[in-house]
């Protein structure tokens, strides 16, 4: 069956540099979220789209922004880039009818040097 | 401030014995909790959900039950395999949304 596509899965980033991470959302499923996980912690959520639209927001700092785009991927762009931002980036989908199950992509691993 | 909890870091287990996983709770508003297994270098993989208005869900070997007045679930593994050894999050959501994360316990099935 066909899962949640991340890319790159590996990013190295110099800081101030900007940096675009990308999901492809299993075939029909309409939301996407973004977690954040960093090291030795839990994932937090940072956002989620539904139909092309923001649905929810977390804790996502102003240098972060995200979109939807008309083929359901979503991309993450990370600008002004700290050390702290060093994470695993994970994208999840979910679909109408089942919504409360997400699915997760293997991640990108962001490294900020 | 935690709203899910799994007060337990880690877990050793026998091949053939019965894991037990726990979790607690703060969110009274939370209506849908959902168990994920983490291998290194991996996404998280979902395993097994609950809605609030149950108090217990089987598929296969994993049963979650859910006790909503002690805000506290458990994931149950039987018979556990050595395939089974990873870090196992508990989730729980408010409406479908966001899922709020657990610690984590990471689970050792021992042959």
């Known amino acids: 069956a066909a899962g949640v596509i991340q890319s790159p899965r590996h990013l190295i980033k110099e800081k101030r540099e900007t940096a675009t991470l990308k999901c492809y959302p299993i075939?029909?499923?309409?939301?996407v979220y973004w977690y954040q996980q960093g090291p030795g912690q839990d994932p937090q959520f940072l956002i989620s789209f539904y139909e092309k639209m923001q649905s929810d927001k977390g804790s996502i700092p102003d240098r972060f922004s995200a979109q939807q785009f008309s083929d359901y991927h979503s991309e993450l762009n990370m600008s002004s880039l700290e050390l702290g931002d060093s994470a695993l980036y994970f994208c999840a989908s979910s679909r109408a009818g089942v919504r409360y199950e997400q699915y997760f992509g293997p991640g990108t691993r962001l490294t900020v040097t | 401030d935690q709203q899910v909890k799994q007060n337990s870091p880690s877990l050793s287990v026998q091949e053939g014995r019965i894991s037990i996983l726990n979790c607690d709770y703060t969110?009274?508003?939370?209506?849908?909790f959902l168990w994920y297994k983490k291998y290194p270098a991996e996404g998280p993989t979902f395993l097994i959900s609950i809605s609030s208005i149950k108090d217990k869900n089987e598929d296969g070997r994993f049963t979650v039950f859910l006790n909503k007045s002690a805000k506290h679930l458990s994931l149950h593994i039987v018979p556990s395999q050595p395939g089974d050894s990873a870090v196992y999050f508990c989730t729980a959501s408010v409406g479908a949304q966001k899922l709020v994360f657990g610690q984590g316990t990471r689970l050792t099935i021992n042959p």
């Open positions: 969110n009274s508003m939370f209506d849908y």
């Open positions: 075939p029909r499923h309409d939301t």
